[in-house]
């Protein structure tokens, strides 16, 4: 094989577009906006990585997504599977868990600063307001998604409802709550960041917010690429786990 | 001979947003102990449902069923059931072993014995050394063997199966029947089984149970008087099997 064919085709496809970026930010039709070059933001970026300030920041970033995270599972779960294992409980929860999915965080920031302001459980709410919905409602619908035949079976041979739970509805929940985690995940650094940027809240959100009224576009550029590169690092990690975990789909 | 299952003037109604379906009427019949009932009759006359107020995961609207003399409500002690649909019945996330010994937990078995009834029943069916594998490792008559293995596996003393040939080829089906054939030979568990295949139930049955009509009522029972042991060969030639497969396809067409 070639050295070419080699090359994993992601990197190809990333090495165009920054040299994509490079022409058009030094000759192109935006060279003569304030926008950074491409080699310009990743020297930044090589720079603010020497710094601790932007390790703390990210560190901070990354603990109120992962924290939020962890808080909206820990609180989706378990309620999804409850919703999930009653008709009723499912048809009448469900149209004020969709009404509260479609709020997007960034809505009720204000209010949040008012209770909160702008710390760090600040950002942590937010992102499992912004989650937790959503998760919920996945988390029944795998419940309810168990396969009828396999229940009908599972009964037939008197097989009681936790064991049903433990068998089948989990397992069949597996694959939407796998789902569920790997937009929320993602999501979660999102309203992280917005947290910071626009309420304040500790991290490159807010790193991000100084470098922008600072002036400083090649700091703001670089901690994009930053959050960019960190958002392909979680959505690969969660998809890698879920192969592992949810071994029985992709065959 | 005692009857182990009695089906006593059976009737069921379904609500549906068109009014009440009125699907069986009436249904009376005795499976005595150790007989192989087929269940035959076109399509959507009630078959399944029919099944499924035995297998207890339904109510009749009216009249009741019995095993061994008392009226069953929800799944009757001894019994397991083979479906059609393998790929759904089995869970893949389970090994076929552990699919095996998930029914027996009810029986609070010792680990030595579970494993000895997991062995014995793969062995049963052909399927010794397979059980380490998922199902979708497997092909689908290799499941189905698999879904018999886990009912032999709790001891049943009544086994019931929807179609459980209907989703494999010609070559395989006839393997699987034989395989029910040495299973009836073996351990005499009272069986039911609902078919579309005439020859098939001739085949298998002792007696056969022909559903018919809106809502449908038994139209007649065919006893096979064909001697076991049967072989696909002989029995299939054999004059008497030729008559009565003739007899219940009339019946089941409504011809008779
Ligand atoms: N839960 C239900 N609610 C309403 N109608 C039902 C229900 N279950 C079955 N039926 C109706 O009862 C009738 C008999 O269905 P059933 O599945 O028992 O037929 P079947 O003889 O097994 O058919 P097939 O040979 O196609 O499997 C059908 O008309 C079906 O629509
Ligand atoms: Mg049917």
Known sequence: MSIAGRIPPWIVSMLLALAFWQVAASVGPISDSSIPTAVDSVTTLVQLLGQSETWIALGQTVAIAAIGFALSLLIALPLGILIGLSRFAFTSTKFVFDFFKVIPPIVIIPITILALGPTFQMGVFLVVFGLVFALAIQTAYGVRDADPVLLDTMRAYRQGIVTQIRYARLPSAASFIAVGIRISATAALVIAVVAGLIGGAPGLGRQLLLSQTGGLADQTFAIVLLLGVLGVLVSHGIEWSRRKVIFWEDR | ?256
């Open chain 2, 1 to 256: 001979m005692t009857a182990e299952i009695s089906i006593r003037n059976v009737s069921m109604e379904f609500p549906t947003p068109d009014g009440v379906k009125h699907v069986l009427n009436d249904i009376s019949y005795d499976v005595n102990q150790h007989h192989f009932v087929s269940i035959v009759g076109p399509s959507g006359v009630g078959k399944t449902t029919l099944l499924r107020l035995l297998t207890g995961l339904m109510k009749p609207t009216s009249g009741e069923i019995q095993v061994h003399g008392e009226r069953i409500s929800g799944a009757p002690k001894g019994l397991a059931v083979v479906l059609q649909d393998y790929t759904r019945s089995l869970m893949p996330w389970l090994t076929i072993e552990k699919n095996i010994a998930l029914p027996l937990r009810n029986q609070k078995l010792g680990k030595a014995e579970t494993r000895e009834r997991i062995e014995s029943s793969l062995e049963e069916v052909g399927l010794s050394g397979t059980g380490g594998n998922y199902p979708w490792q497997m092909s689908g008559g290799m499941q189905q063997r698999a879904s018999i293995a886990r009912a032999l596996a709790v001891r049943p003393t009544i086994l019931v199966m929807d179609e459980p040939f209907a989703s494999v080829d010609a070559q395989t089906r006839f393997d699987l029947e034989d395989l029910v054939l040495k299973v009836r030979a073996d351990f005499g568990i009272t069986t039911l089984m609902v078919t579309h295949d005439i020859d098939e139930a001739v085949y298998l049955s002792d007696e056969i149970v022909v559903l018919h009509g809106r809502p449908a009522g038994v139209r007649d029972v065919v006893v096979v008087d064909i001697p076991f042991p049967r072989s696909q060969i002989e029995t299939r030639n054999d004059q008497r099997f030729t008559e009565l497969r003739t007899h219940v396809y009339a019946m089941v067409r409504g011809l008779e």
